[in-house]
């Protein structure tokens, strides 16, 4: 009896043992395909339900929401048409802002100078709806631009809900985007070729327009169009500096969502999702290109930013004199250019820091910070208090980075591997970059928070999963972007080397690959993170009682009654987006980001 059951034992182990490892030949097959069945479910059949609902009313097919929308003055020249005139307005400005940055950064070495590129990230872990409350804290009818025109005997002027504090919102965050990625195209420039063009006859203007523009110049225009797309999408700071006033088409789906008129909302997102792939299609060819085309082979050498450092001199008196006046004009351009980066980057985070800690007699007071205390202790259950919304924001993270990660890991394993199809797949992982969170959220609510039937089942997935479901959507291609770069650039022979001594490929991934690209995972895991913590825009349209409203939607909430209280918890959801920027910063800010596409 007890050979027997050994025996049973020994084969049900084997059978065990070859299961394991059948599961784990076919592993990476498997996550792929789980990785493209939750896209399907949580963002692909959504969004495709949003396009339905722009066609289907009433259960009856029509093109009448669409051409209502197509034909209308009002739509496409009051709505869309104001739409494209902001962004393209921010998207100059945040061109001319971010130009002098990428100069400054890719041609003076300076202390501080790794520090401030790190910076240039800040956008990305920074949640829009905390940026528009120190707009608001800053250029409000009591703000801290008011406060210091008074103290000067100036005028008080009221730029809040003008398209001026827009296109400034908009340029603080895309300015570090075109910083960023020109930046990198300028250290790229070979230095060789522009010797070559002053040992021809060229002067350094001439050798500066005809040889390193033409370089720049596409990657300016990847910084524009990636800006364009961006603002044209912009919600939540449309929505606190500009109102119903100065609606864009993300505001107005969003307000045509809360009148219940879907069919117009889902005609809206549609015209503005095409819009919006469309642009994103065209940048993804040319990061192809670029990918292609390499690094230059030597970089230009970095001056030095103060006075008296090598290479500050000329060979003669005359030729000495001219370069200093040059170096003086420099520097007195940096530090006007300097002014206005502090205006724009620091002023409006620290006058929300400033206006949280001053009481209503303008002193120094913890008044907005008992408040939120007071509303904890006391609100009633339909009232926002501070302590769910930060452990919603904190859980609703952590389910990101357990659904984003994974996403992110395989899909870039997938992507950094030659088979045929591959620029299809990686466009199609990367469409939740072109949708806004709003079309995303519309599609989760009409789709799986409304329910769907599945053989003759009704499934619904509301609050928390849906939320999660939205906000892993949205930061799964960051975990991708971050991590793909560096498997790109390991040797392929580690994983043949793996291969040959009997490891299956997903073996090799976790043994081999995963340990050398730690440190682009951890970042990609901030970033999704981050991302998590600070997303408004589906978070805003899926968010139901205090089961499941976050930080941001607590700022917003509170911003439509007092500012004090909003400037608080935006304080508070700085707190949280600061930590995942050190952890970004620390393990793999070079990577990441929009910038680093």
């Not at 970095?302 to 000329?314: A, E, I, N, T, Y």
């Not at 001219?322 to 985070?349: E, K, N, Q, S």
């Not at 199609?428 to 003759?456: K, T």
């Not at 991590?483 to 022979?493: E, G, I, Q, T």
Request: with cysteine; proline share 5%.
């Amino acid at each position: 009896m007890s050979q027997s059951l050994r025996t049973a034992a020994s084969r049900l182990g084997s059978r065990l043992r070859a299961a394991a490892a059948a599961v784990e030949s076919h592993a990476l097959t498997l996550g792929a395909v789980a990785t493209a069945l939750v896209l399907v479910v949580v963002f692909y059949y959504p969004v495709a339900t949003v396009f339905v609902d722009s066609v289907v009313v009433d259960g009856r097919f029509t093109v009448e929401p669409l051409l209502s929308v197509l034909t209308s003055r009002f739509y496409l020249v009051d709505i869309f048409g104001f739409t494209a005139y902001q962004a393209l307005l921010s998207t100059v400005a945040s061109v001319a802002l971010g130009l002098p940055g990428a100069w400054l950064l890719a041609r003076f070495e300076f202390p501080g100078r790794e520090t401030l590129r790190s910076l240039t990230i800040l956008p990305f872990v920074m949640p829009s709806i905390m940026v528009a409350i120190g707009f608001v804290a800053t250029f409000g009818q009591h703000g801290t631009l008011n406060a210091a025109l008074g103290a000067l005997g100036l005028p008080r002027v009221d730029l809040l809900y003008t398209l001026p504090a827009i296109v400034v919102a908009h340029a603080f965050y895309n300015a570090p985007l075109v910083a960023r990625v020109t930046t990198a195209a300028w250290e790229s420039v070979d230095a060789s070729a522009i010797e070559t063009a002053r040992s021809l006859g060229a002067s350094p203007t001439q050798a500066f327009r005809d040889v390193v523009v033409p370089q720049l110049l596409p990657a300016v225009a990847v910084g524009a169009t990636l800006t364009f797309v961006f603002t044209f999408a912009s919600f939540p700071i449309v929505l606190a500096l500009g109102g119903f006033r100065l609606a864009t088409v993300e505001v107005f789906i969003y307000s045509r969502i809360q009148n219940l008129a879907y069919a117009e909302a889902a005609s809206l997102a549609v015209i503005e999702t095409a819009i919006s792939l469309g642009l994103t299609y065209l940048y993804l060819r040319y990061e192809g290109r670029q990918r292609a085309a390499g690094q230059g082979a030597r970089p230009q050498p970095r001056r030095s930013l103060w006075p008296g450092s090598s290479g500050d001199g000329g060979s003669g008196t005359g030729e000495a004199e001219a370069w200093d006046r040059r170096a003086i004009a420099t520097r007195l351009g940096i530090a006007a250019y300097a002014l206005v980066v502090v205006a724009v980057f620091v002023v409006p985070i620290a006058s929300m820091v400033v206006t949280s800690l001053t009481g209503p007699a303008g002193g120094p007071s913890l008044e907005h910070y008992r408040f939120l205390l007071e509303r904890q202790r006391t609100g009633a259950a339909y009232q926002v208090r501070p302590l769910p919304a930060i452990e919603n924001s904190l859980l609703f993270g952590a389910g990101t980075l357990l659904v984003a990660v994974p996403m992110g890991v395989l899909t870039a394993v997938l992507t950094t591997r030659d088979f045929e199809g591959r620029a299809v797949v990686d466009a199609l992982s990367m469409a939740p970059l072109a949708v806004s969170g709003i079309v995303v959220g519309l599609g989760l609510l009409r789709g799986l928070v409304f329910g769907v039937e599945v053989f003759g089942m009704r499934v619904t997935a509301t609050g928390a999963l849906a939320v999660v479901a939205a906000h892993a959507v949205g930061a799964y291609p960051f975990v991708t972007r971050n991590v793909a770069p560096l498997l790109r650039n390991l040797d392929p022979k580690l994983v043949e080397s793996a291969r040959s001594l009997g490891a299956s490929r997903a073996r090799a991934l976790v043994d081999i690959e995963l340990p050398l690209v730690a440190a682009g995972v951890v970042a990609g895991a901030a970033f999704a993170f981050a991302i998590s913590i600070g997303e408004f825009d589906s978070t805003v349209v899926l968010a139901e009682g205090s089961t499941s409203y976050t930080m941001p939607v607590a700022v917003e909430r509170y911003l439509g009654r007092r500012l004090g209280p909003a400037t608080a918890m935006g304080c508070l959801l700085l707190l949280v987006t600061s930590l995942s920027f050190v952890v970004i910063e620390r393990f793999g800010g070079q990577y990441g980001g929009r910038g680093g596409f």
